[in-house]
């Protein structure tokens, strides 16, 4: 199993973003998917995530109104699309699959290797 997360980048506060994450090595359809992020000396947290037929999402409240997560099961791809970015949402985002798309981090089985966001003030 693959996960190969894309679209960083270096922004300026008020721009928009967009991160890709391709998937293989399994069944696409069949995973939960989210993306999470790890600001430095900070904890990996949820941005994030989206049900195995893109029907249901949810977020973490700071990205709500500003983030959408989306997904394309015959591109086996998940995006997150990213407007206002902020200095806090600064940090590495990671995407994982799961058979569900749980909020904790600890439930996903398989992670790709992340992809550096930074918003300058």
């Known amino acids: 199993v693959q996960l190969q997360a894309s679209g960083g980048g270096v922004v300026q506060t008020g721009d928009s973003l967009r991160l890709s994450c391709a998937a293989s090595?399994?069944?696409?359809?069949?995973?939960?998917m989210g993306w999470f992020r790890q600001a430095p000396g900070k904890e990996r947290e949820l941005v994030a995530v989206?049900?195995?037929?893109?029907?249901?999402?949810d977020y973490t409240d700071s990205v709500k109104g500003r983030f959408t997560i989306s997904r394309d099961n015959a591109k086996n791809t998940v995006y997150l699309q990213m407007r206002s970015l902020k200095p806090e949402d600064t940090a590495v985002y990671y995407c994982?699959?799961?058979?569900?798309?749980?909020?904790?981090?600890?439930?996903?089985?398989?992670w790709g290797q992340g992809t550096l966001v930074t918003v300058s003030s």
């Open positions: 989206i049900s195995r037929t893109g029907g249901n999402t």
């Open positions: 090595g399994l069944t696409f359809s069949r995973y939960g």
């Open positions: 994982a699959a799961a058979p569900y798309y749980y909020r904790a981090a600890g439930q996903y089985d398989y």
